[in-house]
């Protein structure tokens, strides 16, 4: 298979550093895919064959490619504190149904420096009593930080889970000045 696809979809990938450690990127001619965590040599391998077999291409490392050096540049104004949301094209293909709709009420409901219980965002898709469906849907999440899954906590005041672990769940958080930076 080559970077084409069999629909003539390219996927390209990059890694960039970040505060939370490097962030794998991926983006087809729709836009930015997929964001992974920890992005170490073993995960970038396992995600580009993921990503080869869900989306029918063979992913090509291309930082300078237009949607992934500006999604790159937008990471980086949001770890600086510069920037509060991201103006990027989204391909949502990765995801679908309930948790495609969850997701984007997410990403355009939930402004930097706030959050949302797991249930009141529920309600807000029209499923009350849905909260355990809405985790399910935040640890789909194929582009945590650009749609922010961080911004979801429990009702009682917890934190909640979080893909890319509680210590960066955390960092996310105090970065939008919902939580205190930890002492240590």
Request: hydrophobic share 45%; aromatic share 6%.
């Given at each position: 298979?080559?970077?084409?696809?069999?629909?003539?979809?390219?996927?390209?990938?990059?890694?960039?550093?970040?505060?939370?450690?490097?962030?794998?990127?991926?983006?087809?001619?729709?836009?930015?895919?997929?964001?992974?965590?920890?992005?170490?040599?073993?995960?970038?391998?396992?995600?580009?064959?993921?990503?080869?077999?869900?989306?029918?291409?063979?992913?090509?490392?291309?930082?300078?490619?237009?949607?992934l050096?500006?999604?790159i540049?937008?990471?980086?104004?949001?770890?600086?504190?510069?920037?509060?949301?991201?103006?990027?094209?989204?391909?949502?293909s990765?995801?679908?149904?309930?948790?495609?709709?969850?997701?984007?009420e997410?990403?355009?409901?939930?402004?930097?420096?706030?959050?949302?219980?797991?249930?009141?965002?529920?309600?807000?898709?029209?499923?009350?009593?849905?909260?355990?469906?809405?985790?399910?849907?935040?640890?789909?999440?194929?582009?945590?930080?650009?749609?922010?899954?961080?911004?979801?906590?429990?009702?009682?005041?917890?934190?909640?889970?979080?893909?890319?672990?509680?210590?960066?769940?955390?960092?996310?958080?105090?970065?939008?000045?919902?939580?205190p930076?930890?002492?240590?």
């Amino acid at each position: 298979m080559d970077s084409e696809g069999q629909y003539g979809q390219r996927v390209m990938w990059a890694v960039v550093g970040t505060d939370i450690g490097p962030l794998l990127l991926a983006a087809t001619g729709s836009g930015l895919v997929n964001v992974v965590f920890h992005a170490t040599e073993a995960v970038r391998e396992r995600t580009v064959e993921r990503l080869a077999s869900r989306l029918g291409a063979e992913p090509v490392e291309a930082p300078t490619e237009p949607v992934l050096a500006e999604a790159i540049s937008q990471l980086r104004a949001y770890f600086a504190g510069r920037r509060r949301d991201f103006d990027l094209p989204l391909d949502w293909s990765l995801i679908s149904g309930f948790n495609r709709q969850v997701l984007r009420e997410l990403a355009a409901g939930v402004p930097y420096g706030t959050v949302v219980g797991y249930g009141d965002l529920a309600g807000r898709v029209g499923q009350p009593g849905g909260a355990q469906a809405v985790g399910a849907a935040m640890g789909a999440n194929p582009l945590p930080v650009v749609v922010p899954c961080h911004r979801v906590v429990e009702s009682d005041g917890g934190i909640g889970g979080f893909g890319g672990g509680l210590e960066t769940k955390r960092k996310l958080l105090a970065l939008e000045g919902v939580l205190p930076e930890p002492l240590f």
